[in-house]
């Protein structure tokens, strides 16, 4: 897989070496929560890594200290509610 061919990402940090792709889920400021961005970025890369074989495999982390991933982005179901 080439990384130039991906389409920018706003909340993902994606690398490359010796066949191993890692992602790391980069939004520490609210604990790498969950939202709509995150997984649509998560299934362009991921759907990338399918049609490539030169990846072996693919790490998932998150950035920061305090969690991997806190979860789904709860203000996200608040927008949802006042619609």
Do not use: C, H, W, Y
């Not at 980069?26 to 969950?34: E, F, I, Q, V």
């Amino acid at each position: 897989m080439q990384l130039t061919n991906l389409p920018t990402l706003s909340t993902l940090l994606v690398s490359l070496q010796q066949g191993i792709l890692t992602v790391t889920i980069n939004r520490p400021d609210k604990m790498n929560a969950l939202n709509r961005t995150v997984f649509e970025e998560l299934e362009k890369v991921l759907d990338t890594v399918d049609a490539d074989q030169q990846i072996k495999g693919v790490i998932i982390t998150g950035a920061g200290t305090k969690a991997f991933v806190a979860g789904a982005d709860i203000s996200e179901f608040t927008a949802l509610d006042q619609q």
